[in-house]
Each structure stands twice: as structure tokens, then as C-alpha cells.
């Protein structure tokens, strides 16, 4: 049973935010869950991206608790289970903590280890296209969790 799950992008202000509020949200029912994210080159502080955010709010989903922080090593040992977005995001989870890799997977694992592109700067339908791809991978991991 995976009691902290902690989802992992770059900057933690657009994919892992809104993985983790999707989950937060779909599992609600399930007590004793932690659910958080983190960046391996995190800005900081920042709050969720302003369209990552108002996607989320368009589908009844409220992040604006979120302050992006940096990735960590306890982090990383404390998880359960690690989502990431790509393969490089889990080979710098590796860098940072080798023994984890064997609870690391890409959130889109059960579609073919799918990777999710980085929105970040990009049109709205960039994120509209991130946002149902991540819909569907957490969709898929629900049966899991």
C-alpha cells in the first residue's frame, strides 16, 4: 500500500503540481494518504502556473495551497512511490538518491511509459493537451493506489 506518493518534474510549478492535485483530488476518499510534489531544478516558492492553475480550477480542482520547493534526497527515501514526467526526470532522481529507483516510474507508465511534455511558456492548448494526458495517467494508476 503506497501511503506517500511524491510526483516529481522540473520546476514544480506545472506538471507535478497538477498531478498531485489530480491525485489529491481523485483519492480523496482514501485517509492517511500523502500526496506532494517537488522540482529537480524547482522554482522556489512560486506559486503553480497561472493557466496549469486555471485548468485545474476549471475542473473543480483548487491548487492554490501549492509553493513550489526543490527535490531532496528525504524527500525521495520517505516516498512510497515516485511519479515523474520523463525519463530524464527519473534518471536525476537517480542521480540523487540511487536506491529509490526501484519505486520510481513515469506517471504515464501504464500508457507505454508515455512521457508528459513540459507546458511551461507555451499556449493554453499546450497545457489543455498536458492536462488530459495526465488526466488519463492518473486515471490509470488509480487501480493501484
Given amino acids: 500500500m ?4 511524491l510526483v516529481v518534474c522540473i520546476g514544480n510549478i506545472c506538471r507535478s503540481p497538477t498531478a498531485e492535485y ?3 483530488h481523485k483519492l480523496a476518499n482514501k485517509p492517511g494518504l500523502t500526496i ?9 516558492d512560486k506559486p503553480i502556473d497561472a493557466t496549469a492553475g486555471a485548468i485545474l480550477l476549471e475542473n473543480g480542482i483548487d491548487p492554490s495551497p501549492h509553493k513550489a520547493r526543490q527535490l531532496r534526497s ?3 527515501l520517505g516516498a512510497d512511490l515516485i511519479l515523474a514526467m520523463e525519463p530524464s526526470h527519473l534518471k536525476g ?6 536506491q ?11 500508457s507505454n511509459n508515455d512521457a508528459v511534455p513540459d507546458p511551461y ?20 494508476w488509480l487501480k493501484y493506489l
Fill in 22 to 24: 489530480m491525485l489529491k
Fill in 2 to 5: 503506497f501511503k506517500n506518493i
Fill in 36 to 44: 506532494h510534489s517537488a522540482g529537480l531544478g524547482a522554482l522556489v
Fill in 121 to 140: 511558456r507555451k499556449s493554453r492548448e499546450a497545457f489543455d493537451h498536458v492536462y488530459k494526458q495526465m488526466d488519463k495517467f492518473t486515471d490509470d
Fill in 100 to 110: 529509490v529507483s526501484g519505486k520510481a516510474f513515469l506517471l504515464g507508465k501504464w
Fill in 93 to 98: 532522481i537517480s542521480d540523487i538518491a540511487p
Fill in 74 to 76: 528525504e524527500l525521495l
